[in-house]
């Protein structure tokens, strides 16, 4: 039998899936290929008839989207429209003056899809090509079909242009300005490196735990600068960051009773997708440097206890896999890595086997018996570092990066 909590959860997330007509941000959004969030669904002008292609997200008002009834408006007055009407898988996609007709009429599903109301079809990224203006990144309508990447479409924002609140119910803002501040509510975090990393943690010692206070979490940071809270010197005293293909990853440990967490607490996961479609905190985003300047992860999770962290923000086709948010109570336990004290380093490495995957069966959350986690993916190039305190951030930085590139799936 299930229990009343359980039994909740299940109510408030069938209400969700009902409910998920519109993404959970709100605002104007920039529409980004689960490929590359450094791509934008854009308009080629505000005229009628203009096609809608792929270019690199610059937040120009040709990619300001905004979803209102039942239709996805660009321009004040035009709407995504399907050319034509046609059903034709491969038809592209244009805009047209909003006139509420069958051909203007998307909605956003649970699992981050833009569907053409009731003609089983998906908005789809030609080719899988990321290539600005080119023909083949020409937007288009082709049949729905579950796990492919082409089809999957990610709401967000500049890092430069946050809003100030991201979701409804947000207790804090994303616009959190150029200082710091103990007392702030800001909820956009980073993740560069061992020494520029942010982790989600309660606004008040009276909080409670983690999993009271899961909602309304605000961002303490190793780099001042950013509107966020600082985390004290001395309260991390272990740090390993890892940066793989497809992800970036910080784990530690530490004294996190200095953050707000209480002594004992034995923590809870932060993700951006809770029960009801809105993040745990509710509005929380992330940002980073690591594959393209300034780029948000819509995939990430966290989980921190008083002595123990773990954060991953993944990116490129396979990121929902990698970072994967239904394993809330096993903790850092699921994520393999390095959680030795008096160590700090940055290193490269291979992806981890994805989390709750055992050759070809998926372990789920509460069955038994509940088996290890995965061994640590190799890593090397590590450089060490004396200890990790905090230090004014740099808008310019000199850093690796590795681009994912497209997958050659074609629809």
């Known amino acids: 039998m299930l229990s009343l909590k359980a039994f909740s959860a299940l109510v408030v997330l069938a209400a969700a899936l009902v409910e998920a007509q519109t993404p959970p941000q709100q605002g104007a959004l920039l529409l980004q290929p689960g490929l590359s969030a450094a791509k934008c669904i854009t308009a080629s002008s505000n005229t009628d008839g203009a096609p809608v292609t792929l270019q690199t997200c610059t937040g120009a008002a040709s990619q300001q989207w905004t979803f209102s009834g039942g239709a996805i408006h660009i321009f004040d007055n035009k709407c995504l ?26 909605f956003y599903t649970f699992d981050n899809r833009i569907t053409w109301t009731n003609h089983g079809k998906c908005l789809d990224l030609t080719s899988g090509s990321l290539a600005d203006g080119n023909p083949a990144s020409s937007i288009q309508m082709w049949s729905c079909s579950g796990g492919n990447p082409n089809q999957v479409w990610n709401a967000g924002y500049l890092a430069t242009a946050p809003p100030n609140k991201s979701e409804q119910g947000q207790t804090g803002t994303n616009n959190c300005g150029t200082t710091s501040s103990q007392t702030s509510m800001c909820q956009t975090a980073w993740i560069n490196d061992a020494t520029d990393f942010c982790l989600w943690a309660p606004p008040t010692p009276n909080s409670g735990t983690i999993g009271d206070s899961e909602r309304e979490e605000v961002a303490w940071c190793t780099k001042s600068g950013r509107g966020t ?48 479609g809105n993040g745990n905190p509710i509005g929380g985003l992330v940002y980073g440097n690591t594959f393209g300047t300034n780029l948000q992860y819509h995939e990430w999770t966290s989980f921190i206890s008083d002595n123990e962290f773990c954060f991953r923000a993944c990116t490129g086709p396979n990121a929902a896999e990698n970072c994967q948010h239904i394993y809330d109570v096993m903790g850092c336990f699921w994520v393999s890595a390095n959680y030795d004290s008096g160590v700090f380093e940055n290193c490269l490495a291979d992806n981890d086997l994805p989390m709750g995957v055992y050759g070809t069966s998926t372990w789920h959350q509460g069955v038994s018996p509940t088996p290890p986690p995965h061994p640590v993916a190799k890593s090397s190039s590590c450089t060490s570092l004396p200890t990790v305190s905090v230090s004014p951030a740099i808008k310019k930085r000199n850093l690796q990066k590795r681009h994912v590139p497209a997958l050659p799936i074609h629809s």
Request: glycine content about 16%.
């Open 229 to 276: 809270r600082t985390i004290p010197n001395g309260a991390l005293q272990g740090v390993h960051f890892v940066q793989t293909k497809d992800y970036v990853q910080v784990t530690g440990v530490g004294d996190f009773t200095k953050i707000n967490i209480p002594k004992g607490d034995e923590g809870g996961e932060l993700d951006p997708h809770g029960a009801d």
């Open 81 to 106: 429209d399907v050319t034509g009407g046609s059903t034709a898988d491969g038809t592209h996609m244009q805009i047209w003056t909003c006139a509420g007709n069958a051909n203007q009429q998307m």
